[in-house]
């Protein structure tokens, strides 16, 4: 079983900064691929950035956000720079199973609690 908690959101201009954490618990965290989605209200849950074997970005983050993990820490990062008010969405941590890279949320085993980030235009 993995608990997955995220912190960092909030309310930033658009243009600014925010860096997310999500801090897992277990002891096989570095055998897990971790992923970011999010969801904006009446939207599907997309998956915004995914860390394994591989790095995954959407194209509408490419180039502004970057994913990271710190394995001694049990901890993935999302920074994200240039913010738009279409970022606007509760941001999620998953984790799966394995160090293959998905994209697709059912391919995820365990959920964080989402943080909210709302970019002000």
């Known amino acids: 079983q993995v608990q997955l908690v995220e912190s960092g959101g909030g309310l930033v201009q658009a243009g600014g900064s925010l860096r997310l954490s999500c801090a897992a618990s277990?002891?096989?965290?570095?055998?897990?691929?971790m992923g970011w989605f999010r969801q904006a209200p009446g939207k599907e849950r997309e998956c915004v950035a995914a860390?394994?074997?591989?790095?995954y970005y959407a194209d509408s983050v490419k180039g502004r956000f970057t994913i990271s993990r710190d394995n001694a820490k049990n901890t993935v990062y999302l920074q994200m720079n240039s913010l738009k008010p279409e970022d606007t969405a509760v941001y999620y941590c998953?984790?799966?199973?394995?160090?293959?890279?998905?994209?697709?949320?059912?391919?995820?085993?365990?959920w964080g609690q989402g943080t909210q980030v709302t970019v002000s235009s």
């Open positions: 998953a984790a799966r199973s394995s160090m293959t890279v998905f994209t697709t949320p059912s391919q995820y085993d365990y």
């Open positions: 277990g002891r096989t965290f570095r055998n897990y691929a």
């Open positions: 860390i394994g074997r591989s790095t």
